[in-house]
């Protein structure tokens, strides 16, 4: 299917590039496009990049053999098999043209960010926005200034709603984003401590996650964490109120009463204005409530019933790394270890302390917080403690900081600076019958730890 009004003398121009090739070329449409060489079709454009081992350059001739219609290059071709777009930068003529490609689509963009659960906000409002409409969705971690462009070029004409993950770790990023995406739906999840190195403090990270609004359009719906010292001071953007959920029966939308049920996760009651329903989120963890009001606020305004956004909520599934729970070895393991921040490993260790039996977190260091790295580390330590959590094994300079703190209280600790000790004799502590969570900041690749745990399943 060739993309709407994506030839490549529009592609020329929306990326201020200069073309070289075949002019009776220029009125054709590409097909898709990909920065990935092995992952090229027939008709796709290529963009090569320039990274730290390798140089997309050196597959052009390649791409040409699988059928591309045309690359993108930041280099001089003289022996191009097949015509090309010179750019100064291929960084920057990607997200022009996915801005290009934004400008001719009808569907709708949820753009999603905040400091923690950005994925599982998106995962829920993409499971309930699939019980009625056709949904595209950030996969993996495409949601940088890479990747999420890569995601709006993806977007096809049978396409309903786009859920778009948007992650930034400086100023002005979002305004990048924001720029290219033009989100119609505004998703707000919290203002955490998360690239405190580059954003300074909360009151940083909140001015740099609200950049969204600058791009949004102007009767963008937004949807806000009432519950957010910092998000619910928002009373107006572009002109529309803001729709806040939260805790308490003050925001417009509540939960109305809950139970855990551990590790099979919540049964809950959400309170829309006037109007509630009942239903299961089958994630564990008390983030997964804020996430599912998030979603009822989304699908409602896209005209959906309670009825089948509690089907959506039901059907969630938990992706590899967040939040994934399985059995290996007798065991229940809670894989979380994508990625971290203090906000989000508190809350898995809040999931951890429903689990039935001896419950273990093994936790690695958490990057890119700052001069108040220690405090941090040890804050979590401190939750470890207080939530009864009755092992923790700490791993990484700075997770040290963790150990420290959790010596303070009546839990066992275990402390190894360097990962691979601890992965040689893992099996010495942690046993049948306990529940085990891993997380830590990507990295760690705490992910060898659950292959390693995944092979004796």
């Known amino acids: 299917m060739k993309l709407k009004n994506m030839t490549l003398k529009n592609i020329t121009e929306a990326c201020n590039g200069e073309y070289f090739g075949d002019e009776a070329l220029k009125s054709e449409a590409i097909t898709g496009v990909e920065k990935d060489s092995r992952l090229i079709e027939e008709g796709f454009l290529y963009i090569p990049f320039v990274g730290a081992r390798v140089d997309g350059h050196d597959f052009i001739d390649q791409v040409f053999e699988k059928g591309a219609l045309c690359t993108l290059t930041e280099k001089d071709l003289p022996h191009a098999n097949g015509p090309y777009i010179k750019v100064e930068s291929s960084a920057r003529a990607l997200k022009d043209i996915a801005e290009f490609y934004r400008e001719q689509l009808d569907c709708k963009i949820i753009g999603i960010t905040g400091s923690v659960g950005k994925t599982s906000t998106k995962e829920i409002i993409a499971s309930v926005l699939e019980e009625k409409f056709h949904i595209l969705k950030t996969e993996g971690n ?13 977007i096809r004409d049978n396409h309903d709603i786009a859920v778009i993950e948007m992650g930034i770790s400086d100023f002005e990023e979002m ?18 401590t998360c690239h405190l190195e580059n954003l300074g403090d909360r009151d940083g990270v909140f001015r740099a996650k609200t950049e969204m609004f600058d791009y949004a359009k102007d009767n963008c719906f937004v949807v806000l964490n009432g519950d957010d010292d910092k998000l619910i001071n928002i009373k107006e953007v572009n002109g529309g109120r803001p729709i806040f959920f939260g805790m308490t029966d003050n925001r417009d939308v509540h939960i109305k009463k809950y139970h855990q049920i551990g590790v099979r996760g919540t049964e809950a009651t959400i309170q829309y204005y ?8 089958p994630i564990p963890g008390h983030h997964m409530l804020y996430n599912a009001m998030a979603a009822t606020c989304v699908a409602v305004h896209f005209g959906m019933t309670f009825d089948e956004i509690d089907s959506g909520i039901r059907k969630l599934k938990a992706i590899g790394g967040r939040n994934h729970i399985f059995q290996a070895a007798g065991m229940t393991i809670i894989d979380d270890c994508y990625n971290a ?15 039935d039996g001896r419950k273990v977190a093994i936790l690695g260091d958490m990057f890119e917080l700052g001069a108040d790295e220690a405090k941090l580390h040890k804050s979590v330590g401190n939750v470890a403690v207080k939530l009864g959590i009755d092992c923790v094994i700490c791993i990484g300079k700075l997770a040290k900081n963790i150990a420290d703190a959790v010596r303070m209280g009546k839990a066992e600790v275990f402390y190894f600076e360097d ?9 010495e502590y942690i046993h049948k019958g306990d529940t085990v969570l891993l997380k830590a ?4 690749k705490f992910h060898t730890l659950i292959q390693k745990i995944e092979q004796i399943k």
């Not at 006037?274 to 989120?281: L, Q």
């Open 341 to 355: 921040n203090p906000m989000s490993m508190k809350a898995s260790l809040e999931v951890l302390s429903q689990a």
């Open 142 to 154: 495409y949601n940088n200034e890479i990747g999420m462009p890569l995601t709006i070029l993806k």
């Open 441 to 444: 900041s990507n990295g760690m």
């Open 175 to 192: 305004h990048r984003l924001a720029k290219v995406s033009k989100p119609d739906v505004c998703v707000i999840t919290n203002i955490g």
């Open 274 to 281: 006037d109007k509630s329903f009942d239903t299961v989120i």
């Open 419 to 427: 990962k691979a000790d601890f992965e040689e004799h893992m099996f």
